[in-house]
């Protein structure tokens, strides 16, 4: 496509002005008929000589993955194929889940050289998503033109869940670092469910713990030490419903839920358990329990994609479903945003998963509801909506004793510190052996 240029308007603004002179002096019309025949050649040689000259070459080199809301650095390379200098205006088509900075580009290139411009991007939905061309601009010869091209420069690239946060953890894995996440992994020497090794008596172990066989033998006291059970099941049964399109901040609900699951993913694995998933209301997806470090990636495999529907959830189908795959006895983490009007389908679901399995309800809380109670009341209306929040929570709290009641744990939290708060809990299970 050719495209007129800014000289283009200048040289028609020319011929123009020399035709309003031409109206008041016609003895100058030979003037004008020169300057409009030479006008035409010149840009009709123009047109022809960025027609015919080779095209620019363009490559794109960005990374396969992209995080969620992560702001990434795209290189483009741009090759001056022709015989004389260019001047470029480039742009990238880049899909609309993906806001980008840095356009449009303007670069000089001298014959035979090459550029490697930069522009930043962030993913903002997650999925496969498609660059599918550049577009570049090459400006004629005289300047008079714009030869606009597309060249198909093809790159696909997968939005993952925001893994800075598991990169993070990775960090600060070990034991006195913990607690920088709030992560609160009470030490209790020696106890746990499985022997993992004899060892030189400390003071502060118990009695108990003494091995008098190994004691004799080694004419000195001998203690066993335990480690929390290994080889055991985690499963997420995750909702995909409506209500986890909700959104409180720059990530939804669900996304919250699916970095949550990254990190508990994490730490269970390198506990020595087995992880797998389980969707329902509208994606139905199924990944195996699998131990291992690199179950980490089948974890963002399986969730990059995956995005709530505007279905309501049936927790009934989903427990069923759930009892046919996992036949070993495992954690189930059911994540949802629990409503009142939910109790009578979800009571059932989950005494039918507590036959077999533990069960762990973790809900989320708006943090609207938080925020309007921190609120100070200056009138009638703020404390009839104050009121009206307190009443909400008080029936939201009275629907999860009757959860609670049945011996399902339960957790109401809001999305922030959904990561946190599973962690602690899988935590807890693991050490108190309930499992």
């Known amino acids: 496509m050719m495209l007129p240029a800014r000289r283009a308007f200048q040289l028609l603004g020319v011929n123009a002005a020399i035709a309003l002179l031409v109206s008041l002096f016609s003895e100058l019309i030979v003037l004008w008929y020169v300057a409009v025949g030479a006008s035409l050649l010149a840009v009709f040689i123009d047109l022809l000589l960025v027609m015919t000259e080779p095209a620019p070459r363009g490559e794109r080199f960005m990374p396969h993955s992209l995080p969620l809301g992560v702001k990434r650095n795209v290189r483009l390379k741009i090759h001056n194929t022709g015989k004389r200098p260019l001047t470029l205006d480039v742009f990238d088509h880049f899909p609309l889940e993906v806001s980008a900075r840095g356009f449009p580009l303007r670069l000089g ?19 496969k998503l498609l660059f599918p061309c550049l577009q570049i601009r090459v400006r004629s010869p005289l300047q008079f033109w714009w030869h606009d091209l597309k ?11 925001n893994f800075a946060a598991v990169a993070q953890y990775a960090l600060m894995a070990t034991d006195h670092h913990l607690s920088h996440m709030g992560i609160m992994k009470k030490r209790r020497r020696g106890e746990g469910q499985d022997f993992h ?17 190994a004691s004799s033998r080694m004419r000195r006291p001998i203690s066993r030490e335990y480690q929390d059970e290994r080889d055991q099941e985690i499963i997420f049964l995750l909702d995909c419903g409506h209500r986890m399109l909700a959104k409180d901040d720059s990530l939804s609900h669900f996304d919250h839920t699916l970095n ?39 974890m963002l495999d399986a969730l990059y994609d995956l995005q709530p529907t505007t279905q309501a959830p049936d927790y009934a189908q989903a427990a069923t479903e759930l009892l046919v795959r996992q036949k070993k006895r495992a954690l189930v983490i059911l994540l949802t945003n629990l409503r009142d009007e939910d109790l009578d389908d979800l009571l059932p679901a989950v005494h039918i998963l507590r036959k077999r399995h533990l ?20 009138n009638q209306e703020d404390a009839l909506h104050k009121a009206a929040v307190q009443h909400y929570l008080a029936k939201r709290e009275a629907t999860l004793q009757r959860i609670r009641a049945t011996g399902i744990r339960c ?23 309930t499992l």
């Open 197 to 213: 090794q004899l060892r030189e008596y400390r003071a502060g172990d118990s009695l108990r713990q003494i091995d008098w066989k």
């Open 151 to 161: 060249l198909p420069v093809v790159s696909e690239v997968k939005v993952y869940p």
């Open 359 to 378: 069960v762990l309800l973790a809900s989320m809380r708006e943090q609207a509801i938080d925020q309007a109670l921190d609120k100070p009341v200056d």
């Open 411 to 433: 957790l109401d939290v809001a999305p922030v510190a959904l990561s946190v708060n599973l962690i602690n809990h899988y935590l807890d299970i693991k050490r108190s052996g």
């Open 109 to 127: 290139l001298a014959v035979g050289s090459f550029a490697e411009p930069l522009y930043e991007v962030t993913a903002n939905e997650r999925g």
């Open 260 to 298: 949550a699951i990254l990190l508990l993913t994490y730490v269970a694995l390198r506990q020595g358990d087995a992880v797998g998933l389980g969707s329902f209301a509208g994606q139905s997806r199924w990944l195996p329990a699998h131990k291992g470090q690199h179950n980490v990636q089948h």
